[in-house]
């Protein structure tokens, strides 16, 4: 079965179009490298929690909203070998295109699909 990296971030909401056009760059070296699809998803019903949350997750605050991402990859050894060579694309620095959102705050993970309906 595939391979999935998913993420959530908080971002300024204010940088919403900086987000997408930041999203769609890298959605093309993702795919140049292997991806089978991008998906970014911008916050819309997303409830504060009282235990755990989005929001808490990423420690979001009042002028930002939460993102919703994943990555589908055919398999881990696509993905692990597509994710170094888009770590050293230089389309993906930070100085040509920069993350519009504090990093340090996303939370990130892979995972091995076991249901796909």
């Not at 398999?75 to 888009?86: P, S």
Request: glycine content about 6%; some cysteine; hydrophobic content about 45%.
């Amino acid at each position: 079965m595939s391979y999935v990296d998913g993420l959530i971030a908080a971002v300024p909401t204010a940088n919403r179009e900086k987000f997408r056009k930041h999203a769609e760059s890298a959605a093309v070296i993702f795919k140049e490298n292997g991806a089978l699809s991008v998906v970014e998803c911008w916050g819309d019903d997303v409830p504060d929690g009282k235990v755990t949350s989005f929001p808490m997750a990423v420690k979001l605050k009042e002028d930002e909203t939460v993102v919703f991402s994943w990555i589908v990859w055919p398999d881990k050894a696509t993905r692990d070998a597509g994710m170094n060579k888009l770590m050293s694309d230089p389309r993906m620095q930070p100085d040509v295109n920069p993350m519009p959102f504090d990093g340090q705050r996303m939370v990130f993970g892979g995972f091995n699909m076991i249901v796909q309906a």
